[in-house]
């Protein structure tokens, strides 16, 4: 009877001991949390938890096609793996986290990460060029940026935002500002701005102001005089090869006009700008050669002019670089600022970079941006050439240097100068510094015109003052010798004595003062 009731339990048991092996190896089931955008060279944290397992749990964060990235392990219980990573431009994928304990494995959830890159160099170009059309005509201006992902574009016209409802009436697509039929109420001044967003954190760049110019449909029968013309040129990488582009303009005057350019007196092209007054061409460019004198010429039915030579020699950038620091103090003698200028031999086209204790400040994001920079504390000016710390505070102290590269190769080489300490405490906010390094400019004094002459005359005082002491001192040094001569005479005479002898005395007296007189005058001579 006992052996009947164990066979009847006998698969109950199997089956408990089937559904006992089957748990234990049931997946794990991670979670993995992180960002699904980031900047370009900005730090994101990805983390990767499974909860109720008991530890130790070994995490793996894996990028696109399963690669393993990093490793974790949890050894408590309960605690998320962190994998910190610094975005590059490859960082951009899927991700996920593979955890692992004794007989069991879980993969997560997918993450993609965006990689957002910067607006930089942001410009407004125009269609046509320059942006000067007759009333009732079509212009196009763009929003254009030589870096940059992710953007989104705002307006200004005349310095205030462009909106739907703004007048006179603008048409937004894209990075476009759209005027289809132009009024006298669409001359003005406009820029744009070119940003991107990623977790409350803006990033934008701002373009320079470009002024449009509306004519009357009465004017489309007047010619202007056209100016003198102007000529500039630059270089550009193409392929294993450069080449160059000249660019001739004139400010004013009505088109058509005809510009033609000479190398070394010999015209090499010309063009008929019949929408504006610029034209380009292109030459032939060798960085570190003469390529000759090039003018500019320009033509109408009854005016024609040259512009000034300029030499197509394109000088790489080279020699020695070094950087001087300038100190600016209040009127209460406390440091407000410091400029830091980048000097170096040569370089026609120069990009200049700079460096704090050897991290790269502020790039090509805030190159030409006439809005707040992501650095309040640091500001460009002078092209680059100049670095202001326009607040100082601990933060700003480390080493500064700066390179520089020929701007028309990205891949060229970087000339660097010599890194310059630039200290920054609570003493020297205070005060003056008592002493300057021989690449810093000492703080400059200047006296006004009045204040040199006040000093002037206290000077002369003081030198009257001490002439006039030393007359009376030497006046009361000669009283005093006369005084001393005279009781030198009275007591050589005594109270009685025989006449014969008193008139012996006399002579003698009268001899011997006479002498002394003598010796007196010849000192007082």
């Known amino acids: 009877m006992k052996n009947l009731q164990t066979l009847n339990f006998a698969p109950i048991l199997a089956l408990a001991s089937l559904f006992i092996n089957i748990s234990g190896s ?18 994101v944290a990805f983390r990767c938890i499974v909860s109720d397992s008991s530890p130790p749990i070994t995490y793996e964060l894996m990028g696109d096609g399963g690669v393993p990235i990093a490793t974790g392990t949890d050894l408590q219980g309960d605690q998320p793996a962190s994998f910190f990573l610094k975005v590059a431009a490859t960082s951009e994928g899927s991700y996920r986290c593979k955890a692992t304990t004794e007989g069991s494995t879980g993969v997560s959830n997918i993450i993609k990460l965006s990689v957002v890159t910067p607006a930089s160099n942001t410009r407004v170009t125009s269609e046509p060029f320059p942006p000067v059309a007759y009333e009732g005509s ?19 016209f005349n310095r205030k935002e462009v909106i739907s409802l703004t007048s006179p009436p603008f048409h937004l697509t894209g990075n476009e500002l759209v005027m289809a039929e132009v009024t006298p109420e669409h001359a003005g001044h406009y820029s744009c701005m070119a940003w991107s967003m990623v977790h409350d954190t803006r990033r934008f760049s701002g373009s320079t102001e470009v002024k449009v110019k509306v004519k009357g449909t009465n004017q489309q029968n007047y010619k202007a005089y056209v100016s003198k013309p102007k000529i500039s040129f630059s270089i550009f990488k193409e392929g294993d090869g450069y080449r160059g582009n000249v660019t001739c303009w004139s400010s004013r005057g009505s088109p058509p006009v005809n510009f033609s350019l000479s190398v070394d007196d010999k015209e090499i092209d010309s063009v008929t700008a019949t929408e504006s007054l610029v034209a380009w061409f292109p030459v032939a460019m060798v960085p570190g050669l003469d390529m000759g004198v090039a003018r500019c010429r320009v033509k109408t039915e009854i005016q024609e002019l040259m512009s000034e030579p300029v030499t197509l020699e394109v000088v790489p950038v080279g020699g020695d670089v070094k950087v001087e620091v300038e100190y600016f103090y209040r009127a209460d003698s406390r440091l407000a600022a410091a400029s830091l200028s980048c000097l170096f031999s040569r370089g026609t086209f120069p990009y200049i970079s700079w460096l704090l204790n050897d991290s790269v400040l502020l790039p090509e994001t805030h190159a030409d941006t006439q809005f707040q920079p992501v650095q309040p504390h640091f500001a460009l000016a002078n092209r680059r050439h100049s670095l202001v710390l326009t607040m100082l505070t601990s933060e700003e102290t480390g080493y500064y240097r700066c390179r520089v590269r020929d701007s028309y190769d990205d891949s060229g080489p970087w000339v660097e100068s010599v890194a310059v300490l630039v200290r920054v405490t609570d003493r020297n906010l205070n005060s003056m510094p008592r002493a300057t390094s021989p690449t810093e400019t000492p703080p400059k004094l200047f006296i006004t015109t009045t204040e040199a002459i006040s000093i002037a005359f206290c000077c002369f005082l003081l030198l009257m003052l001490a002439v006039g002491v030393a007359c009376v001192y030497r006046m009361f040094a000669l009283n005093h010798a006369h005084a001393q001569i005279a009781t030198t005479i009275s007591d050589a005479l005594p109270l009685s004595a025989p006449a014969s002898h008193l008139r012996d005395k006399q002579a003698q007296t009268t001899s011997t003062n006479s002498d002394v007189l003598s010796q007196t005058r010849e000192i007082t001579v």
């Not at 049931?26 to 730090?43: C, E, F, K, N, Q």
């Not at 079509?138 to 200004?156: A, D, E, M, P, Q």
């Open 138 to 156: 079509r212009i196009v201006l763009k929003c254009n940026v030589t870096k940059g992902s992710h953007l989104s574009y705002t307006w200004f």
């Open 26 to 43: 049931i997946d794990l089931h991670p979670v993995l949390t992180g960002p699904h955008m980031a900047y370009l060279s900005s730090r």
